[in-house]
């Protein structure tokens, strides 16, 4: 969905528009249904900054699935990660034996995705790979694997599309550098 003239996003620096981000979320399904064809796949969205991708990646992938949710939290009001993450919400679909897609906004340090990896791999299951809108790639300092990239953004506080700077922004239809107001 793409609605005309809204202007909220206009004082930030477009990185991706709306439509951009549609193109490559096809392409990303088009990938994942071809290596989940003979796998039972669960989908599980990391909120809160995940969401608005994920609900539109499920609908690019072209298979039976399940979703569910885990919600984590290491950034507090600020634009630095507090360094800790805290679990706020649980899956309640059983992880057991399962093929998991993880489905996150943002890999920065990567210190989220290692603690996620861990928590799945824990729980038993049978497959945890991960999809991420936005790679920070240069930002690494826990070695991830990320099997699923949207685009890989060297630098720069993003909003929009999800992305929150203190609850705020997640309703621009597409990602934008932060200007600092
Ligand atoms: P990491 O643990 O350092 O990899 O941080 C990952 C989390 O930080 C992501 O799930 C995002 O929610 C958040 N994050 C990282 N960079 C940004 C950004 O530029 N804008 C908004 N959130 C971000
Ligand atoms: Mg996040």
Known sequence: MTCKNLTNADKHET?????????RTCELGRAITQDYRDKDLLVIGVLKGAFIFMA??????????????????????????SGTINLIHEPSVDISGRHILLVEDIVDSG??????????????????????LIDKSERREHPVTIDY????IPQGFLIGYGLDLDETFRNLPGVHHYNGE
């Open 15 to 23: 990185i991706l528009s709306a439509e951009l981000i549609g193109d």
């Open 56 to 81: 539109d990646l499920i609908r690019a992938i072209d298979l039976p699935l399940l979703t569910d949710f885990i919600q984590v939290s290491s950034y507090g009001k600020s634009t630095e990660s």
């Open 111 to 132: 210190l989220t995705m290692k603690w996620l990896m861990k928590h799945f791999t824990g729980k038993g299951a049978a497959s945890v790979k991960v999809c991420s």
């Open 149 to 152: 990239v949207g685009f890989d």
